[in-house]
């Protein structure tokens, strides 16, 4: 991880990711502008990912250390629109 990524927030790196994605679904962009979007969309992305896994990992480290009674399971999202799982 560089020492720029170290630094950014997960919610600043999110912020900035959804920004970029608004950018790029408005489809006005010339092409330089949509490709630099999309290298910041994609930056910003990887930053996310890192702060997602360092937080899993300190969850898992926690609950090793707390004597294990929690159990970790996969996380499943709800259909927004219908309350449902997803059917993947």
Do not use: H
Not at 21 to 38: I, Q, T, W
Not at 41 to 61: D, F, M, P, T
């Amino acid at each position: 991880m560089s020492e720029d990524q170290e630094e950014v927030s997960f919610e600043t790196s999110l912020k900035e990711l959804e920004e970029a994605v608004e950018r790029l679904e408005s489809g006005n962009l010339p092409l330089g502008d949509a490709l630099r979007y999309f290298e910041a969309g994609l930056k910003a992305s990887n930053v996310c990912r890192e702060r997602l896994e360092e937080a899993k990992q300190r969850v898992e480290v926690l609950i090793k250390e707390s004597g294990g009674g929690l159990n970790l399971a996969p996380f499943e999202e709800e259909d927004e629109a219908t309350g449902d799982e997803p059917p993947f």
